[in-house]
């Protein structure tokens, strides 16, 4: 168990370090979220409209309203305070990833894996066991641009990759 948390460790900071570099050097996510026109003009009509100052989803038109048939759509996950750089989210950010790298080394080690490629395999399998439940559901239900989650796969294909190449480095028996 000792080994398994260290690995962990390294594991999640090392998948936390690449979506840093991901969305922070690398073009790919720019490149996936577009801007407003209008951002101001934009932020005035959002605030104007929602329901209370807590952030929340807000989805356009209604849902269930059946007036999905003409005009634009829009899934928003709006924060009406906004948003800035926060150590605080990095530090989350940071314990989610060493969470999941430990959770699939115990996936890993309940399904008796010993060897190094097939803990790798199991890794990037999971991984897109991962991208079937999240990002593909987000396609076909909100319209998700396919360049955005074709991202969004990448980003979940490598923490995947990354962290089974460390746990199956460092949990080898």
Known sequence: MNK?????????????????????ALPLHKATVHKFNDDPQIQL?????INSGEPGIYAL???HSGKHKSGPSAFIALTPK???FSWKKIAVDLVQKILSAFLLGL???????????????FSVLAGIFVITLSIIPNIVWWGFAIDYAAVEAV???????????????????
């Open 107 to 121: 996936l890993m080690l309940g399904a008796g894996l010993t060897d190094f490629k097939s803990k790798v395999k």
């Open 4 to 24: 398994l948390i260290k690995a962990s460790l390294l594991a999640g900071f090392l998948a936390h370090l690449w979506i840093t570099v991901s969305w922070m």
């Open 61 to 63: 038109p209604e849902m």
């Open 82 to 84: 906004g948003q800035t």
């Open 45 to 49: 009509a959002l605030l104007k409209e």
């Open 155 to 173: 980003d979940l294909l490598m923490v995947s990759l990354i962290s089974g190449l460390v746990l199956a480095k460092f949990t080898e028996n």
